[in-house]
């Protein structure tokens, strides 16, 4: 029997479902090599990879992954490469983490656990509950104090228990998976293993869909989901489906970029933010990633780069993705096309290769004010369609 557990870092293998190494890192399981390709006739949601997912797919599961995956050429010229994009807004909750809850919550059950948990206030929450809305089991959400009315009804609408928290919120990140054990939650939380067990179908979709894929732009915050890929990307190779893997490029806000920090001063671990401001891409404005250090190895290991870009920048990115692309995104979304913008430019990346932006949700709405166009009168209509 292959181990639970595996830490990337010192390679130390664990028999319990625990979900950090004594090094300080947090595991994940085996690497699961994918050694064929589902038949067409497959399911396309992330129970099209169950050959090498912790579980199988549960009674009520809501049918999560499949990303919309298409070539955008309308954007060629402002990305200045072969772009294509991976809309992950269309899961069920609106984001990329409905893989990771639909694999976390179904291997919960089959563990014979009853309740599940995350600490969220965000994506992160609505998916989780959702999920445990959908196949009956229990759920608890830690929200910090002072969260936000409109996201607290945003996340009531599936019913879990939500405890408003007064105190560290980024410890409670940690405290959650120990209380957990205690009391028979399963904690989903950003990065543990069988969250990342899921996210990493979006990787399989994109390599089994896009031809000779050279990069992928991801935001990237705790740094679980760009885990993930890496994870999805070593599967594929070692099950021989992969020659070399596609470079890893991940985006952060300027405003909240300790990634970047550690990347551009060589560093080889990830400290928290020193300076914290704020930004339009709030939800990946995570100044501890608990995964960051392995989002670093993550994108050394494939030859890429972590970079930062700024909220003017981000919200013109987030205008063309709607206006010329027909895509509507949160901001943080957005920072992917802002970045491979940058590294166009920057001739990282060539004119000729082809890259992905993975679009990792659709948020709450916002984003920029939209003026309310004048009223006008019947008789007046058509003079103003000439006018356009
Ligand atoms: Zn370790």
Redesign the pocket.
Known sequence: MPPMRV?Y??D?TFESPRAR???G?PLWRPIEPLVEWPTASDSRSVWRYDAVLPASQPAGDLEAGGAAVWRSHSLEGYAGTRVWLADEGRNPTGSFKDRGSAVGVAATLEAGIDRVGTVSHGNMARSVAAHAAAVGIDCTVLVPADIAEERIRAIARFDPQIVRVRGDYGRLYYDALELGRRHGIQFLNSDVPLRVAGQKTLVFDLLERVPSLDAIVLPVSSGGNASAVWKGLLELRAGGLLESLPRLYLTQAAACDPIVVAFRSGRERVDPAANVNETVAYSIANADPPSGTRALAAVRDTDGAVLSVDDDAILEAQDRLARDAGVRVEPASATTLAGLRRLTERGEIDADETVTCVLTGRGYGGGGDVPMTPIVDCEDLESVLESR
């Open positions: 830490c870092a010192c130390r190494c004594d090094c890192e």
